[in-house]
């Protein structure tokens, strides 16, 4: 069965710190992997990732994909109580179908 | 991106009573999805909204309770219909095309008393 986990469930940080989510996945047909960050109803896009070793940045965020162990990670320096949100990964299985297989999420609180 | 709207919002349905939600992209998209997010949970895709053909459902869905249509490439609806409390959920369309990024909607928050 596919399967994609994340971890931590949740983190409570303060401002300042910088923190590193864990995403492994156990998936046929892998095609890429996307993060995502949900605030209230909707995920906004963060990184598309296909190729390993290659980072994605944007401002304080970037992750990394490791094709051969299986995982992604997402860091983010310097947090700010804005960065307070669920992140989710999700795998792309096919290039034909586009489905998205989603993680649990991590839960990130970030303290003034 | 496209620009995605969701319709309606937000809405508070009683049991048995169906409900359609709107997703309209401000461009030409190859993919529509819809997705479901029960409280407490992360996503789960209800099924593929296909142009011009039925929609291709995931284990656990069916037609019957969400039906999907897709008259062109901006536009797609789902119906919940026979609706129960185990319903309440967020719905969410998403779309994608070409390098197979996926953009979702603001999302449908729909409670069922």
């Known amino acids: 069965e596919d399967k994609v986990v994340q971890s931590p469930l949740s983190l409570v940080v303060h401002e300042g710190d910088t923190v590193t989510l864990n995403c492994s996945y156990e998936?046929?047909?892998?095609?890429?992997l996307l993060w995502y960050k949900q605030e209230k109803k909707a995920p906004t896009f963060l990184f598309m990732l296909?190729?390993?070793?290659i980072e994605k940045k944007s401002g304080r965020l970037s992750s990394i994909l490791d094709k051969k162990e299986l995982f992604s990670i997402l860091n983010i320096t310097a947090t700010q109580t804005g960065d307070s949100a669920v992140y989710l990964c999700a795998v792309n299985l096919s290039s034909n179908t586009g489905k998205l297989i989603f993680g649990q999420g991590t839960t990130l609180q970030v303290k003034p | 991106s496209a620009v995605i709207s969701q319709k309606p919002s937000r809405d508070i349905c009683q049991r048995g009573t169906s409900l359609t939600i709107q997703c309209q992209v401000d461009s030409q998209v190859t993919m529509m999805f819809w997705y479901r997010q029960q409280p407490g949970q992360s996503l789960t895709l209800i099924a593929t909204a296909n142009q011009g053909s039925e929609a291709t459902y995931e284990s656990g869905f069916v037609i019957d309770k969400f039906p999907i249509s897709r008259p062109n490439l901006t536009f797609s609806t789902l119906t919940v219909s026979n609706m129960s409390p185990e319903d309440s959920s967020i719905y969410l369309c998403?779309?994608?095309?070409?390098?197979?990024?996926?953009?979702f909607g603001p999302g449908t928050r729909l409670t069922v008393t």
């Open positions: 296909t190729s390993s070793g």
């Open positions: 998936v046929t047909n892998f095609r890429s």
């Open positions: 998403s779309v994608g095309q070409g390098t197979y990024e996926q953009y």
